[in-house]
């Protein structure tokens, strides 16, 4: 897999919105809400071009019912994906290259609050925001074949920021 990351694209909240309201129908009444969450959902900065949707909803183990309308939208059903409490779904161009992927949770987990901390913290300290966008590109360049490369280089960085958005949340 090759790694690239994309300068900021305009089309990418509207991208999240088209896409939520499709899972939001295929998950049915179990969801909450459905969140934009990873680069692609912070203004302004480079991203691997897939969108992030992150989904609350009232049971997790529900979703697995409902694998069959996902893949009908063209997800993969790839159940936990090495994090408990989670049902993950991820979607392919037809090139083969990630478009989306689906994270959902069950309501109050510390996953969301994690990754939506994170998210916002971003958003209100675009000077943070910068320095994400700066170390993607870098490591973009640093690993241009290597995704477990360019996500090791990001995990130090981003667990700081992480910390500090729970922090910043008053949640830790």
């Known amino acids: 897999m090759q790694v690239q990351v994309h300068p900021p694209n305009p089309q990418w909240p509207q991208a999240f919105a088209a896409e939520a309201a499709q899972v939001a129908l295929a998950l049915s009444d179990n969801v909450i809400q459905v969140h934009h969450i990873g680069s692609t959902a912070i203004l302004g900065i480079y991203a691997k071009p ?11 183990e529900r979703v697995d019912a409902h694998n069959d309308a996902m893949v009908a ?9 090495g994090i408990a ?17 689906v994270h959902t949770f ?3 987990s510390a996953e969301v609050v994690r990754h ?13 925001a910068q320095q994400y966008s700066d170390l993607k590109r870098q490591l973009a360049a640093q690993y241009v074949h290597d995704i ?3 996500m090791d280089g990001k995990d130090k960085f981003v667990k700081m920021m992480e ?10």
């Not at 897939?50 to 997790?60: G, M, Y």
């Not at 939208?73 to 994906?81: I, T």
């Not at 910390?163 to 830790?172: D, E, V, Y």
């Open 85 to 101: 409490g989670r049902r993950y779904f991820r979607k392919e161009s037809g090139q083969g290259d990630r478009t989306h992927h």
């Open 50 to 60: 897939v969108i992030d949707l992150l989904v609350e909803v009232n049971q997790v």
């Open 148 to 150: 477990e490369g360019y």
């Open 163 to 172: 910390q500090r958005a729970l922090h910043w949340r008053g949640l830790a």
């Open 73 to 81: 939208l063209g997800y993969s059903a790839l159940g936990e994906y």
């Open 116 to 128: 939506l901390a994170f998210r916002d913290f971003m958003i209100a300290h675009p000077n943070c």
């Open 106 to 108: 069950q309501v109050g």
